[in-house]
């Protein structure tokens, strides 16, 4: 649940649901700001309003100085609700599962207990395992074969009798991704295409990770321009433009594309965060707001 503190206007998540007063408070929290409605983008139940439609993408920018893996961790958090039958299929090229599970135990969400009863399907390219099994293979093969297991699983888990169950795919990160690819940009994309057409196909969402910076020496960073292309949501993390600042490490701008207003008509929708980092909380507040 995310709400406003009255008095500072801070955007508190991670609280248990409660009923608020006071004036009406549009698009006030990060939930509502991802789809226009709360909770939309991780729920394809009736009552979200999103059923039916097919789910999302969600491309996450960040950047050296400021990193976007807190955002990573929100939504794998919030994709995982006590209150859901949600399951989510997590790709790491980034990190361990060890890594993960140490961050989310810190804000209330244990994925060893998640892992265990089938609702994180976790996939650790980094693993000896893995790393052995790949041997000889070329870097199509690979991509194509894990797509298949990507696949699978998420058939698997459209096929439980729960209906209101939805599925979010998330990868960690897309960079990386490329490296393992042998710096094919190409076979990136292609695996991205297919596991996007799986949002259409069985309705499930698509969060990605990438770091913006790694392409500003590129004359054509054609990898960039096409996530950003197939995003319904893009989240760009990044330093503040005035400098370093004790309280406030960051902000975060959400672009919702494709909105329609009141007239029918389609158009963009951006809102500004700053946001602070904690030890098992992240704070998000509008400019200026902060005490």
């Not at 409605?37 to 009736?46: E, G, Q």
């Not at 807190?70 to 997590?90: A, G, N, T, Y």
């Not at 209330?108 to 650790?124: A, H, I, P, T």
């Not at 076979?187 to 991205?192: A, C, G, H, N, R």
């Amino acid at each position: 649940m995310v709400k406003r503190s009255r008095a500072t206007g801070r955007l508190n998540v991670g609280r248990s649901p409660s009923t608020t007063t006071g004036r009406p408070r549009p698009n006030s929290g990060l939930n509502e700001v991802l789809n226009g409605k709360s909770d939309a983008v991780f729920s394809t139940s009736s009552h979200s309003g999103f059923g039916g439609g097919g789910g999302r993408m969600i491309l996450v920018e960040d950047c050296v100085e400021t990193s976007g893996a807190f955002v990573v961790h929100h939504l794998l958090k919030r994709s995982l609700s006590p209150h859901s039958s949600d399951v989510v299929v997590f790709l790491s090229f980034a990190h361990p599962f060890s890594h993960y599970d140490r961050i989310l135990r810190k804000m209330g969400c244990n994925l060893s207990v998640q892992r265990e009863s089938k609702r994180l399907l976790f996939f650790d390219m980094l693993r000896v395992e893995r790393l052995d099994s790949d041997r000889g293979k070329t870097s199509d093969d690979r991509l194509m074969a894990l797509y298949g297991e990507v696949q699978k699983a998420v058939e698997v888990c459209s096929s439980n009798e729960d209906r209101r169950r939805h599925i979010t795919l998330i990868i960690d990160d897309v960079s990386l991704m490329e490296v393992d690819a042998n710096g094919s940009s190409n076979l990136v994309l292609d695996f991205l295409h297919y596991c996007a057409s799986l949002t259409s196909q069985f309705g499930c969402s698509l969060i990605v990770l990438n770091h913006d910076d790694v392409y500003s020496t590129m004359d054509g960073p054609n990898l960039l321009l096409q996530l950003e292309y197939l995003a319904d949501v893009v989240m760009k993390v990044e330093p503040l433009a005035t400098g370093l600042a004790t309280d406030v490490h960051g902000q975060l701008t959400v672009t919702n594309k494709g909105l329609e207003d009141g007239s029918g008509k389609s158009r963009n929708k951006v809102h500004n965060f700053h946001f602070r980092i904690k030890d098992s909380a992240v704070e998000y507040f509008y400019p200026g707001s902060k005490a």
